[in-house]
């Protein structure tokens, strides 16, 4: 009997001590991880580094003196208008001051100069329901926010099977109804697409829900239609626009103005 005993006790201290070992370990991890989250921002842009280009409507200077100038201050063929979505390779980087500036190879082969403000490491759209978001890389860290089809977000950077995602737009926290401001989250590198149409659709979605949000049904309508006009070749955004629009007296829209809803972007933040 005194050796069963024993046997059982050496038993329970060698498992209290594994899960000890395991918690350790974990903790050990979850350190690691917010660490990450805290410096992986500070990483310096390199020469060949991939960006996409982040509004609807971005300008590539082919004067170096011009970054920063509007389309309408410029000589003709001294810029090029680049939409959303546009893949661009870094070929250099200078400062002006803190501005970086980032002369940039187009696909075509072309090098234009352009304001580091509106690049971007990737521009996705969420495609799943209810992506769960973090924050840190690490899934003990979810916030009680979720995103959800239709989303834009610019991604930072990448860590392992992880994004850092600054999202465009407001949805509920925890059980709250009133939404707020999505931001800066982690999520799993899972439940996305990436395509210049999809994303300039996600934009004028995003306008309009801000426009919802303040009562400015007009100016909503005028961006879903502005959407729908992008492409249908994307099932889920094609039901969105729909259900947004259903219910609503539907206006023709006037001629886009891009320079408007880039301001209603800076205005939703």
């Known amino acids: 009997m005194k050796k069963i005993i024993l046997g059982v006790l050496t038993l329970i201290l060698i498992t209290g001590c594994g899960k000890k070992e395991v918690k350790s370990t974990k903790n050990e991890t979850v350190q690691k991880n917010v660490q990450v989250a805290t410096n992986i921002t500070k990483q310096d842009s390199k020469q060949d580094d991939i960006y996409y280009t982040k509004n609807l409507m971005n300008l590539g200077y082919i004067n170096r003196d011009d970054v920063g100038k509007k389309w309408q201050q410029l000589a003709k063929g001294t810029y090029h208008r ?3 979505g546009v893949k661009v390779v870094c070929q250099q980087v200078e400062f002006d001051g803190e ?6 190879e187009l696909e075509n082969s072309k090098k234009v100069w ?3 403000d509106d690049l971007t490491k990737g521009v996705i759209v969420i495609s799943k329901p209810n992506i769960i978001t973090y924050e840190v890389p690490d899934t003990d860290w979810m916030t009680q926010q979720n995103v959800q089809q239709g989303d834009l977000g610019y991604i930072i950077t990448s860590y392992k099977d992880w994004l ?3 999202f465009r737009g407001y949805r509920p926290y925890g059980e709250e109804e009133e939404k707020v401001w999505i931001g800066r989250k982690w999520i799993k ?5 990436m395509n210049g149409d999809l994303a300039g659709q996600a934009m004028y979605l995003y306008f309009a829900y801000y426009q919802i949000m303040k009562d400015r049904i007009d100016d909503a309508i005028t961006n879903l239609n502005y959407a729908k006009k992008i492409t249908s070749d994307f099932p889920f955004m094609n039901r969105l626009i729909d259900s947004m629009l259903g219910g609503m007296s539907v206006s023709q ?3 886009s103005n891009t320079e408007n809803s880039t301001n209603e972007e800076n205005a939703a933040e």
């Open 164 to 166: 850092f995602v600054d």
């Open 253 to 255: 829209p006037e001629e």
């Open 114 to 116: 352009m304001d580091f």
């Open 189 to 193: 590198n899972t439940g996305y697409i």
């Open 82 to 84: 680049l939409g959303i």
């Open 99 to 104: 501005k970086e500036i980032f002369l940039v």
